[in-house]
DNA sequence: ACCTGAACACCGTTCAAGT
DNA sequence: ACCTGAACACCGTTCAAGT
């Protein structure tokens, strides 16, 4: 049986749910799919590659999502739909942090996009529309990253923070702080009426 | 000569500088400190403990900065020194963010009270300050991963994404947003005049 | 108390050679 | 075109034994 891209992203996605990227290897991924190592540099040139196809795969149901509506409706919701995609694999924030910062994930580039035509929606000026869009990216990362990280210490036993209570209001919160900001930037474009 | 926690601490802020985080390894290191590896367990638990104290070691600056003023001056300071600190050593965002996530730098435990402060003299209840506090924190180690990442891609000679203009007009876009969205939130909270 | 030496169980990547 | 086998140059961590 003939290996294709497909089948392997597929393996390692399935590694990272029941293991976490810790034992995401190349080697490890091999002997799941019974070839040796080096045919997985048949098909990607790194690791880093194959990573950014397996972040392109968690973000698909990101893309997917209609974009329509209020630019304040559609920020919270890829924030509120990018966050899910992220928490339904282990470490999945993790990976896709790592795979936007290597510049390897497709689909963060296309997120980006629509969450900078949002902001510019609100009226604010293309060369800010991007920095803002890019507040939002490194919140709803920088939040699901700490929320998956906190799932380990419990997993290991560390009880000394407590989980939090009710971690989608928290999320909430910080969208809406970044929305109340947009708001008043925007007021200051707005033409006098 | 007796091997100190200091020395060790120093020697990897050097690997760290001068070679990036890839670089800094516990082999390196004692190979670097003229010990064997297993002399490093001594004195640390593990390698994420050892990267945790040179994590606090490059925070440093932030926490012995004096903390007066108008809340929002405080968030602006900390957030500018912070992004200075992290900018100071190769790859000092990724190696900050990392030692966080893992609960291991104490020096990000204190900034984040310290940014939780201003916020509360903002006139954010408690619960939600925290929140505000971490959006914040968020915001700078994502701006700064990204901004140093770049310059990795530059130093690889990848000129498909240029260099952003002024890194520093950027950083306060996204800065001042914060500061804004937090001035509504507060003014939801203020007693009535 | 502090460190060495050596081992254990791994890594990512390359590449001649096979089919 | 696609993959194997074997190598190269590494990792973090442990632990008996030394001083």
Redesign the pocket.
Known sequence: M??HKRDVIEAATAILDNYGIA?L????L?REL??????L???F????QLLGAVADRILSPVCAESDIGHWSDRISRVGVRLRDALRSHTDGAELVAASFAAGQSQAAAEILVRLTAAVTDAGIETGQAVLAARTVWYYVLGFTVDEQARLQWDAAGASAVPPAADPDRDFAVGLRLLIDGLTVRASYNAPVS
Chains 1, 2 share one sequence.
């Not at 040139?45 to 880093?48: A, D, E, F, I, L």
């Open positions: 003939q290996l034992d290897t190349m080697r490890r091999a019974d070839v040796s190592p080096g045919a540099y048949w098909h040139t790194s690791k880093q």
